[in-house]
C-alpha cells in the first residue's frame, strides 16, 4: 500500500482546521484562475494547431482553465482531448507562465510545448469549437490573435517569454 506524501504532511485538529479557514479566506478575498495554453506543433509538417471559439474571435492556442483537484498536466491533456481529439504520447514541456491581465487581476496561464501527440481524429465544429486545424508556421490565418502569434515568436524565433499573456 502507497501512501500519498501530501496526506502525510496534513495537519489535523485546531491547526489542520485553522490552516483551511485561512486558505479558504484567501481563496474568498483574493481568487486566482489558472489555466493551460498547448502549442501543439507538428515537427513533420511544421505546423501548428489552432482552435476557433464559437464564442470569441480569432484563432489560439487550445486550453482553458484548470479544474479543482486537477494539475496543470492533467488539464492540458483534458483540454487538448476535448478541443482537437488530440492525446498526449510524450510529456509537454512548460514554456513558461503568463499574467493574463485581459482576463482579470487574477489570471494566469501555464504555456506549454507539445512536440509528442496523436490526434485520433481532425475535431468537427461542436457548441465550443467552431473550427480546428494544423497550420503551417508560415501559413498561419490572417486572424490568429496577438497572444498566440507572440507565444510562437518566443518559440520558433527566440523572442523572450513576455511576463503577460
Do not use: C
Not at 39 to 51: E, K, M, Q, R
Not at 74 to 100: C, D, Q, Y
Not at 130 to 138: I, Q, S
Request: charged residues 20%; proline residues 8%; hydrophobic residues 35%.
Amino acid at each position: 500500500m502507497t501512501t500519498d506524501p501530501e496526506t502525510t504532511f496534513r495537519q489535523t485538529g485546531w491547526p489542520g482546521l485553522r490552516a483551511r479557514l485561512f486558505h479558504l479566506y484567501f481563496v474568498l478575498r483574493r481568487p486566482m484562475t489558472l489555466g493551460v495554453r498547448g502549442l501543439v506543433h507538428d515537427t513533420a509538417s511544421n505546423s501548428v494547431f489552432l482552435i476557433r471559439h464559437t464564442y470569441v474571435p480569432g484563432w489560439q492556442l487550445p486550453g482553458g482553465g484548470v479544474e479543482v483537484g486537477e494539475t496543470l498536466a492533467e488539464a492540458l491533456a483534458r483540454e487538448l482531448a476535448e478541443e482537437g481529439n488530440i492525446t498526449l504520447t510524450g510529456p509537454p514541456v512548460l514554456k513558461s507562465m503568463h499574467f493574463n491581465r485581459r482576463s482579470s487581476n487574477r489570471d494566469h496561464v501555464g504555456f506549454y510545448l507539445i512536440e509528442h501527440f496523436s490526434q485520433s481524429a481532425p475535431k468537427l465544429p461542436d457548441h465550443e469549437i467552431a473550427e480546428a486545424g494544423f497550420f503551417p508556421l508560415d501559413r498561419l490565418p490572417k486572424d490568429t490573435t496577438p497572444a498566440t502569434l507572440r507565444r510562437i515568436a518566443e518559440i520558433f524565433q527566440g523572442e523572450p517569454a513576455s511576463p503577460y499573456w
